[in-house]
């Protein structure tokens, strides 16, 4: 099938104006009689939910968490882009669609991307009339912060929750609708399989989590707003039931997986501790602009430290290796997540990480508490002031601007960051790829939609910080309930779908006998045992840094270790009880197929671009080397094993955005 | 460090369920709580045993899925923290670990330390929202001031993370402070006071509806709270039901 994205003609700034000018509409009398189940209740999922029930549609919600209220978009801290221009710095529509763009690495698809930015406005006067407490100034208005290396303060936040307060807002436009009825809510549910009719998506098998029974569920349309796939590292910052399965089941019915290969890699996350660990937590990457990252410059010093028998403050400047202000004396500590991330990496894998594991490298504030210190002491006209005085002024700036991160920092690691280094380490944090979705946001089955980090997105090959809140609310209250009533507008006469077709029946066939065989195997390794060996090789050979060696081997390996666990899993309990074994089960088995189409996605990708670094592609610095043959979105099409799956490709144009090299010199 | 964990285990709602003893070694002091929970499951479960059910998800103190009663108290020892953010450094070798799960009347128990939260999703249907439509086509977000401190005050509120630790903690079993949160964040509002009394009344209500207790100002609540959440919201939410009351 060739891949039509649907973008209308015209000028980029009315093609959405002129779409919505256009598109079927349902009238309000027939909504009441067309039905729409939502999966995910993130920013993306809640929002989609909420906005659809109260145009009329009946809508069935599905969460795996107790509550739609625990979706992972409640852990954003940093805040939410919008081209509000409050600030009058010169933010615009433009602006905001130009900076995501070329944060992208110019790997997105521009129709999308400015609509996004044209709706960003309308996402804080909605929030804001639902009751968010964003952060206000002395005179009550909105205050902002500027975000992720851009020249335009236009980032709105409540504090470092501002993902926490916009999915509650979400969540209570939801309970407004479950109260009214038009949400009916599946907590504790999981999606296991689509299901299509007449080729088009009708409905879904679910399973009670609580009770493990199998469940038929018919819609109209299908809206999978599941989240993103960064678990397929077994470690990341994604909560830890977050999971690829229904993007992947959709998958395998026809839906085209887009740049699976693109993922986020945050270089300010908390080191691991050990092998026992379960999960990463990451720290705003705003402590880079106080903090100088280091390693010592020697080996007998890197073994000292990490047998404890000295300690990183002992260290001379002469014995300390400020690697990013070596390497990038223009940006120093201040280059882009990719070059940051990589740059840890490198220093790591050459031996020189400073904790138990080996990964781990310092951020220093003392420079900080010195110059902030001698700064405060002329502020408060202290003569000569001593080194201890210098260093007390010096923290309580420190403080009063990440005190709440030296606080994580300390109860997680148990140093006080404010009398030792902080170390570091770089995370999976967040995922570029997902479902391809044409202008409409619709898969490539008729009547699935794909919306927030599930889909390709708006992203391109690195999202900037402060837009993936921006994209899973645009995603669900603004652009979805438009172009889904174009899509609904020809069902109002197909009346309720049946549940009991042969269809319905095969797919819930499948589900039971996939959950049976995992029952029934009793193998000899739990299911963590997989999870942690696919983690790790994606994490060595498709982490930060990629080369064709390391990608071919990452497939085959991961193909034997699929089969190892087809044959050896061993997954206690029964298929009809509360069993979170079984549940973890299934979604290990579709992050192994994942995973390997993942590793295909990256050795064909040959070039770098933002989040995805091919060795064998970069400039003589050591940055992504972008090629002009490259300009497309991968859409990988299923067709059995990952190793034969069928790569579709969308060419991307730029018409209103000159390409250029990102340069950090 | 070894520890001794006194675990609850129940197979389902109607079960009786009781404690039951279990050993794990080698715990590291940098462990959190629920991995060495996940060290113990891994271990019954190659021993072909069942694992321990317990929610978890972001464990990075932010959904509010958590929930383990330890030695007494919610969420553990340590303080302004869930579970998840509980560290074992907080225990020392040869120690004993008494594991509950929540216990409340409007919590039953699913499984093990897995309870039922539902009652505070009905509490929010009640009136946890601003009755404002979804579509976009509501004022510019600065066409009202908000002074920084009904912002910040209501924002303080907000941060609730609706994990229950209050009811778990109250002798009461009571979720004044759950309630009182919600109402306040609004109360303090703008945005909320179109619908105020109509608003507490009805959460109110269907707090009671559910089965939580009632107030006795003992505070364990606000002790407990992993965010802080302070008892002026209990008080904040009994004067607007006093308001929508006359």
Excluded at chain 1, 151 to 166: D, E, I, M, P
Excluded at chain 1, 454 to 466: E, I, P
Excluded at chain 1, 583 to 598: C, P, Q, T
Aim: hydrophobic share 35%; proline share 3%; aromatic share 8%.
């Amino acid at each position: 099938m060739a891949l039509d994205s649907k973008v209308p003609k015209g000028p980029i700034q009315d093609k959405w104006t002129e779409y919505k000018n256009h598109i079927n509409l349902v009238n309000p009398a027939n909504k009441r009689n067309i039905d729409v189940i939502v999966v995910g209740t993130g920013l993306a999922g809640g929002s989609a939910s909420a906005t659809l029930a109260e145009l009329g549609y009946n809508v069935k919600s599905f969460a795996y968490q107790d509550s739609p209220r625990r979706a992972h978009s409640i852990a954003a801290q940093g805040g939410i882009n919008a081209a509000k221009n409050y600030q009058g710095d010169g933010d615009s529509t433009y602006r905001l669609f130009y900076d995501t763009v070329k944060g992208g690495d110019y790997r997105s698809r521009e129709a999308n991307v400015y609509r996004l930015a044209e709706v960003s406005a309308n996402i804080i006067d909605q929030c804001v009339a639902q009751g968010v407490p964003f952060a206000r100034d002395y005179g009550g208005l909105l205050d902002n912060r500027s975000f992720g290396g851009v020249l335009v303060s236009r980032t709105f936040y409540a504090k470092g929750q501002t993902g926490q307060q916009l999915l509650l807002g979400a969540y209570s436009a939801m309970n407004r609708q479950i109260a009214r009825g038009k949400i009916e809510m599946f907590n504790r549910h999981e999606m296991l399989d689509v299901v299509i009719v007449d080729g088009k998506a009708r409905g879904i098998i679910a399973r009670n989590l609580v009770t493990g029974e199998i469940e038929r569920h018919s819609a109209h349309a299908v809206v999978i707003a599941s989240g993103g796939y960064g678990n397929v590292y077994f470690l990341s910052t994604n909560a830890m039931g977050s999971n690829v399965t229904a993007g992947w089941k959709v998958h395998k019915k026809g839906a085209y997986f887009a740049n699976p290969c693109y993922t986020q890699i945050h270089p300010t996350c908390i080191p691991r501790s050990g092998d026992y660990q379960s999960k990463l937590t990451l720290m705003s990457e705003s402590l880079r602009n106080d903090g100088r990252i280091w390693v010592p410059k020697h080996m007998e010093d890197v073994l000292a430290i990490r047998e404890g028998s000295k300690k990183p403050t002992e260290l001379t400047e002469e014995q300390r290796d400020y690697y990013l202000e070596r390497r990038y004396p223009a940006f120093g500590n201040l280059v882009p997540r990719d070059v940051a991330s990589r740059a840890a990496k490198e220093r790591s894998d050459a031996g020189y990480g400073v904790n138990a594991t080996g990964e781990a490298v310092y951020l220093d504030f003392a420079a900080s508490f010195e110059r902030y210190g001698k700064e405060q002491a002329k502020i408060h006209n202290i003569q000569n002031p001593s080194e201890a005085k210098i260093k007390e002024l010096g923290q309580a700036i420190v403080k009063a601007k990440y005190g709440n991160l030296f606080q994580m920092y300390e109860k997680i690691v148990d140093q006080n960051p404010y009398e030792t280094p902080m170390m570091i380490y770089p995370a999976v944090h967040y995922t570029m790829g997902g479902l391809w979705v044409d202008y409409n946001l619709m898969t490539t089955v008729p009547g699935c939609y794909a919306i927030g980090e599930a889909n390709f997105s708006d992203h391109g090959a690195n999202r900037l910080g402060a837009s993936a809140l921006m994209q899973g609310l645009a995603d669900g209250y603004f652009v979805l309930p438009y172009t889904i009533g174009d899509y609904l507008a020809d069902d109002i006469r197909t009346g309720t779908i049946s549940t009991e077709s042969p269809e319905f029946e095969a797919a819930e066939k499948e589900v039971t006998e996939r959950i049976e065989f995992l029952i029934q195997n009793k193998g000899i390794h739990s299911v963590d045992y997989y999870h942690k060996k696919l983690g790790k090789i994606m994490w060595d050979k498709c982490g930060m840094s990629r080369n064709t060696e390391g990608l071919k081997t990452a497939i085959e390996e991961i193909s034997a270790l699929r089969k190892d666990f087809w044959q050896n899993v061993n997954v206690p309990g029964t298929a009809t009880e509360y069993n979170e074994q079984l549940a973890k089960a299934g979604r290990v088995a579709d992050f192994l197929e994942l995973g390997e189409l993942f590793a295909k996605d990256a050795l064909v990708r040959e070039e770098s671009a933002g989040g995805h670094f091919r060795e064998e592609h970069q400039t003589e610095d050591g940055e992504a080397k972008r090629i002009k043959e490259f300009q497309f979105v991968s859409a990988w099409e299923y067709k059995g094993e990952p190793k034969d799956a069928v790569l579709h490709k969308e060419q991307l144009e730029y018409e209103n955005i000159e390409v250029k090299e990102r340069s950090y010199k | 460090m070894d520890l001794t964990l006194k675990i609850w285990r129940q197979v389902d709602a109607k079960d009786k369920g009781k404690m039951v003893d279990y050993k794990v070694t080698e715990i590291s002091g940098s462990m959190s709580f629920l991995e060495m929970m996940d060290v113990l499951n891994e271990q019954l479960v190659n021993a072909g045993d069942e694992p321990v059910a317990f929610d978890h998800d972001c464990r990075e103190g932010i959904c509010g899925m958590c929930s383990m009663y330890i030695n007494g108290e919610a969420h553990g020892p340590d303080r302004g923290v869930t579970t998840c953010q509980l560290h074992m450094r907080m225990f020392k070798d040869g120690d004993t670990i008494t594991i509950e799960p929540w216990r409340a009347a409007a919590f039953p128990v699913i499984k093990d330390l897995v309870v039922n939260r539902s009652a505070f999703d009905r509490i929010q249907h009640a009136g946890g929202y601003i009755s404002v439509n979804t579509s976009g086509n509501t004022q510019d977000a600065n066409a009202t001031l908000i002074s920084k401190k009904a912002a910040d005050t209501a924002m303080d509120a907000a941060t609730c993370i609706g994990c229950g630790a209050c009811v778990a903690t109250c002798k009461n079993s009571s979720a004044m402070l759950f309630v009182g949160a919600k109402v306040s964040q609004y109360a303090l509002l703008p945005q909320g006071q179109v619908e105020a009394a109509d608003r507490v009344r009805n959460m109110v209500a269907q707090m009671d509806l559910e089965g939580f207790g009632n107030c006795t100002n003992t505070g364990a609540c606000e002790v407990e709270c992993p965010k802080g959440i302070s008892l002026d919201n209990i008080a904040r939410m009994n004067r607007e039901l006093m308001k929508a009351s006359i």
